[in-house]
Structure formats: structure tokens, C-alpha cells
């Protein structure tokens, strides 16, 4: 009796998932009318393609991995069968495999289990990131331009090589995602992001150090010519094939909500449902660009998008060249300006036309005005009201010199207007529900935390982020833009440990700040720099002490 009575409840929860159970991206599949009958345009009915696919060892699998598991079957985009399995869970079902059939030849094209089936950014789709980026002979080519200037033939053994290394090396990680394998490229990205981020706390915290000449492989000349050549290669192939994915597609739905005085977040459509979990700075910054470029309401190639992106990458190359100027003269911003545009990881932020690019803008440009207390302030609020994390670097920029209160005063003034903007297009309520509280809701298999469910471990790493953009402010460090700029990465690369969704495009938020850190002291080879203000103050003898 109770076997039978087991038996039943499997039963009546299977019959109740077949009708409320959908699949992973229901939105473009279809149940058909009859499991018997060929479909319009379709040679095998239903019922032939579940056959199939059971006969395939991934719907083995999954009908061992419990009791009651069941399956639905679906027309999807015409052309192919997508048959879904399902395993009762309580009142709930979870969907634990997908096999596609291919209705022309009658074969399983795909078969994927695990986060897969819910994600398909997961699954290795050529072209869904970046397009032509991925091809090896870009990938491998750019590296070489990456790393090569730098190389200093005389002394393999310095550690510049060895941090280059460490940041051409997400490339592999890269590699195994494009392949489908997330238990791999997913944990390869943590040890190179806790290198960095000991690197840059080395660099940041260590107050007395030695000059370490920079000795380029080839003439300043060269590198003139490589950034020139590198920028046509880049705008051209992001005008010619790249495509727009739901970051980018979010901006230009949030400025033409924006510009037309409509609800903005809780109001995006269906098919970009989450697009609004970006502050308001993201979508003002697309203003300009769809207004001038106006969206036609759906997502086609969305011109807007490609020329915010291009924009967002130009100023961070251009605000690097400024500050290295500053710092060490023209070469030294010559070499900032070669080395993001040579470096994969901006490229394929790029050409994915995501606004991860306007996130480092802002960020580079808080370095840039570190001058100025209210002018870092401002910039560092708008960083942080385009996407949240930035808002951690105020302790660091608000005590990186005198001027407290000013700063603060720039941070406000940049914040009010940003807060109009949540008031008017939102409400306070729904700004955070689709923003903050969606965010930590998610879940994400792009990060050990929701890949194997490190719960603990993952509070603890976020506090110690935390802690640190606080320790930071208060610690003994660099008080010149080589250590703010090694703090800044330092913080970045701390919080960014430490969250759920983590994937490539976020590089781009510390590697401007890193670079500065890593070639910005580096005095050109040759050349005499005049001494900073903070290493004159350093050079100044103890003052006397009178005893009595």
C-alpha cells in the first residue's frame, strides 16, 4: 500500500507538471496540437522525435537519476524538436535535461544537463560572445601584440612578465568556456584573480620601492603605428561582426524609455525582461547615441548599441594616455593607450557592445580628476550609479588626499541628479527590486559560488571585500596615482571575487587601473621624470625634535 500510495503522488505530481511545467527559454518553443501528426513544415511528429531522444544516452541518464522522471516535447524554431525531461520535485518540477532533435535528418544535434539547461550562454555557441574575437588567430595575435612591447629580453625573470602572463592567461579560461566546459574555465579564473589582486595590494601598500625602467622591444614609433592600426582593426570589426547581447540591448531600451518619459525599471519587455537592473548613469549614457540612432522596438542590430560601445572603449583609451602622460610623459601614456587597445579582453567587451567599457571610463576618469577632491567624487558616484560595485572605491578616494568634504560635495552633486531620475522613472521600491534585490536573488553558474554552492565560503569572501574597500582608506599606502590606481584594482578585483554572476566582460572594470599600476611607474628607459609632489614630501628630512 504505501509503494502504491508513493506511486500515485509521483503520478499526480508528473500529471500536474504537464501542465504548468515549461521549459528554459519557453519563449520560443511550441507544444504541438498532437503528439501523431507532422506539424506544418515538419516531417516527424512528436511522438518519433521522443523516441529519438530517448534512445540517447543523456535521456538514459536522466530517466536513472530518479523516480518519476518525465518529458515534454516541443516544436523549436521550426526546424528541430527540443524534448525536455523533468524530475518531480515536492509541488515543483525541475527540468534536468534537454535534447535537441533535428527534424530534417531525425538525429540529436544537442544534449545538455545540469546549469546548461537553463543556461544557454553556458553552452559553447560560436559567435554568442564576441564573434570573430573568438577565432584563435585574433585571440593568439592580439596576445602577442598584448605582451610583446613590454618583453625585456635582457631580464626574463622580472615580474612584469609574469603579471602579463597571469592576465593573457583568462584566454585559456575563455577557451574552455567557448568549449562548453564550465567545470573547468569557470575555477581557472580564481587563481588568476587572487594573483592580481596580491599583486596590486603588493604595489598599492608598499610605500618605498625602486624605479623599474621601462624598456620597450621596439621603438615608441612602433607602438604609434600598432595603436593606430589596432583602432581601425577594432571599430572595423565591431561595425562588420559583432553582435549586441541583453547588456548592451538593456541600454538601448532604458535611453529610449528614458528620453520618452516612461517607466524604466519594472516596465523592460519580454524579451530583455531583466534589462533593467542597471543604474540610471547606464542608460543617460545611451541617450545621446539612440537618439541619434533611435530603436526600432525590437532587437535587430541595434546601431546604438555598436556606437556607445565604441565610444565607451575610445574614452578609456584616450583617459589612459592622459593619465600616463601626466605621470611619466607622453611614452609611458603611449604604452597605457597600446596596451587596452592590444588586449583581448577590451576587445571582446567590444564586440559583445556591452557597457562594461563605461563602467572603467568613469573609474579611469576618477583617476584622472584625483586632483580635484570633488571632481574623484563625482566620478566615482557616477561609476557606481551605472553599475553598483564602483560605490565601494568612496573610502579609498575620499581619504587618497586632503579634501574630504569636497569630495563629498562632488558625490552629492552627482548623486542627486541620479536619484531624480530613480524617483521619476521608477520609485525608490521598484529601483531596487530590479536592481540590488535581483542581484542577489540570481543565481549563476558562472562563479564557484552557484557552480558547486558555496554558500559560506562565499559570505566570508564578501565580507572580506568589503573590509578591505574600508582597510584600504585607513592603511599605510601610496599616496600617488600608481598606488590609488593599484588600490582601485585591488578593491574591484575583491568584490568581483565575490559575487555570483562573474564572467569575462568585468575585466575590463580593473584592467585600466592595473595597467596603470603595472607600467605607470615605470620610468622610460633613459629619460629623467621631474619627482612627484608625494616623493618630494617623501625626500624631506624628519623634522627636529626639541627635547627639554
Same mark, same amino acid.
Given at each position: 500500500m504505501a509503494r502504491a500510495a508513493r506511486i500515485a503522488t509521483i503520478c499526480a505530481a508528473a500529471a500536474l507538471a504537464?501542465?504548468?511545467?515549461?521549459?528554459?527559454?519557453?519563449?520560443?518553443?511550441?507544444?504541438?496540437?498532437?503528439?501523431?501528426?507532422?506539424?506544418?513544415? /515538419?516531417? !516527424?511528429?512528436g511522438r518519433q522525435a521522443e523516441q529519438i531522444a530517448d534512445r540517447s544516452p543523456t535521456a538514459i541518464r536522466a530517466r536513472r537519476s530518479a523516480r518519476g522522471v518525465f518529458d515534454n516535447v516541443f516544436e523549436k524554431s521550426g526546424t528541430r524538436w527540443q524534448v525536455s525531461y523533468y524530475r518531480p520535485r515536492g509541488k515543483e518540477t525541475k527540468e534536468i535535461a534537454q535534447i535537441y532533435v533535428s527534424d530534417d535528418t531525425g538525429?540529436?544535434?544537442?544534449?545538455?544537463?545540469? $546549469?546548461?539547461?537553463?543556461?544557454?550562454?553556458?553552452?559553447?555557441y560560436p559567435g554568442a560572445f564576441g564573434r570573430k574575437v573568438n577565432s584563435p588567430f585574433v585571440w593568439i595575435a592580439l596576445t602577442l601584440l598584448f605582451v610583446a612591447p613590454f618583453v625585456d629580453p635582457r631580464r626574463l625573470r622580472r615580474m612584469r612578465h609574469l603579471d602579463l602572463a597571469v592576465l593573457v592567461a583568462f584566454g585559456?579560461?575563455?577557451?574552455?568556456?567557448?568549449?562548453?566546459?564550465?567545470?573547468v574555465s569557470v575555477p581557472l579564473a580564481y587563481p588568476l584573480m587572487l594573483y592580481l589582486l596580491g599583486r596590486m595590494l603588493w604595489i598599492g601598500l608598499r610605500r618605498g620601492r625602486r624605479r623599474d625602467p621601462l624598456r620597450l622591444l621596439v621603438p615608441a614609433s612602433w607602438l604609434v603605428v600598432g595603436l593606430l592600426f589596432l583602432v581601425g582593426f577594432r571599430i572595423g570589426l565591431n561595425v562588420a561582426d559583432s553582435n549586441v547581447i541583453d547588456v548592451g540591448y538593456a541600454g538601448v531600451i532604458g535611453a529610449d524609455r528614458l528620453a520618452d518619459g516612461d517607466k524604466l525599471w519594472g516596465a523592460f519587455p519580454k524579451d530583455n525582461e531583466?534589462?533593467?537592473?542597471?543604474?540610471?548613469?547606464? /542608460?543617460?549614457?545611451?541617450?545621446?547615441?539612440?537618439?541619434? !540612432? $533611435?530603436?526600432?522596438?525590437?532587437?535587430?542590430?541595434? $546601431?546604438?548599441?555598436?556606437?556607445?560601445?565604441?565610444?565607451?572603449?575610445?574614452?578609456? !583609451?584616450?583617459?589612459?594616455?592622459?593619465?600616463?602622460?601626466?605621470?611619466r610623459g607622453p611614452t609611458v601614456g603611449l604604452a597605457l593607450a597600446y596596451a587596452w587597445a592590444?588586449?583581448?579582453? @577590451?576587445? /571582446?567587451?567590444?564586440?559583445?557592445?556591452?557597457?562594461?567599457?563605461?563602467?572603467?571610463?568613469?573609474?579611469?576618469?576618477?583617476?584622472?580628476?584625483?586632483?580635484? $577632491?570633488?571632481?574623484?567624487?563625482?566620478?566615482?558616484a557616477l561609476a557606481g550609479m551605472a553599475k553598483f560595485a564602483p560605490l565601494a572605491l568612496a573610502p579609498l578616494f575620499a581619504t587618497y588626499s586632503r579634501g574630504a568634504l569636497r569630495f563629498a560635495l562632488g558625490a552629492a552633486l552627482a548623486l542627486a541628479p541620479c536619484l531624480l531620475l530613480v524617483v521619476g522613472y521608477g520609485g525608490l521600491h521598484d529601483f531596487y527590486?530590479?536592481?540590488?534585490?535581483?542581484?542577489?536573488?540570481?543565481?549563476?553558474?558562472?562563479?564557484?559560488?552557484?557552480? /558547486?554552492?558555496?554558500? @559560506?565560503?562565499?559570505?566570508?569572501?564578501?565580507?572580506?571585500?568589503?573590509?578591505?574597500?574600508?582597510?584600504?582608506?585607513?592603511?599605510?599606502?601610496?599616496?600617488?596615482?600608481v598606488g590609488l590606481s593599484a588600490l582601485t584594482a585591488a578593491v574591484l578585483i575583491a568584490l568581483q571575487l565575490g559575487v555570483t554572476h562573474w564572467f569575462y566582460l568585468y575585466i575590463v572594470w580593473f584592467l585600466g587601473p592595473l595597467l596603470i599600476a603595472l607600467l605607470g611607474d615605470a620610468e622610460p628607459e633613459g629619460r629623467r621624470v621631474p619627482p612627484t609632489y608625494a616623493e618630494q614630501l617623501a625626500r624631506l628630512p624628519a623634522p627636529a625634535v626639541a627635547w627639554r
Open positions: 504537464l501542465l504548468t511545467a515549461a521549459p528554459a527559454h519557453a519563449e520560443d518553443v511550441v507544444r504541438p496540437q498532437s503528439m501523431d501528426r507532422p506539424p506544418a513544415g /515538419y516531417r !516527424l511528429t538525429k540529436v544535434t544537442e544534449a545538455w544537463t545540469g $546549469p546548461q539547461v537553463a543556461w544557454t550562454m553556458a553552452r559553447g585559456v579560461s575563455v577557451a574552455f568556456f567557448n568549449d562548453a566546459n564550465i567545470d531583466h534589462g533593467d537592473t542597471y543604474g540610471p548613469v547606464t /542608460y543617460a549614457a545611451y541617450v545621446p547615441f539612440e537618439q541619434v !540612432l $533611435p530603436w526600432s522596438g525590437r532587437w535587430d542590430d541595434l $546601431p546604438a548599441a555598436h556606437a556607445a560601445a565604441i565610444t565607451f572603449d575610445l574614452l578609456c !583609451l584616450g583617459l589612459l594616455f592622459l593619465i600616463g602622460r601626466r605621470m592590444a588586449n583581448p579582453f @577590451t576587445l /571582446y567587451a567590444l564586440d559583445c557592445n556591452v557597457n562594461d567599457a563605461l563602467v572603467a571610463a568613469l573609474v579611469l576618469g576618477a583617476i584622472a580628476a584625483a586632483s580635484s $577632491p570633488a571632481g574623484r567624487g563625482a566620478f566615482v527590486d530590479r536592481t540590488l534585490g535581483f542581484q542577489a536573488s540570481r543565481g549563476s553558474p558562472f562563479s564557484v559560488w552557484g557552480l /558547486y554552492g558555496w554558500d @559560506t565560503a562565499q559570505a566570508v569572501v564578501q565580507a572580506a571585500g568589503v573590509l578591505l574597500a574600508v582597510a584600504v582608506a585607513f592603511l599605510p599606502r601610496r599616496r600617488d596615482l
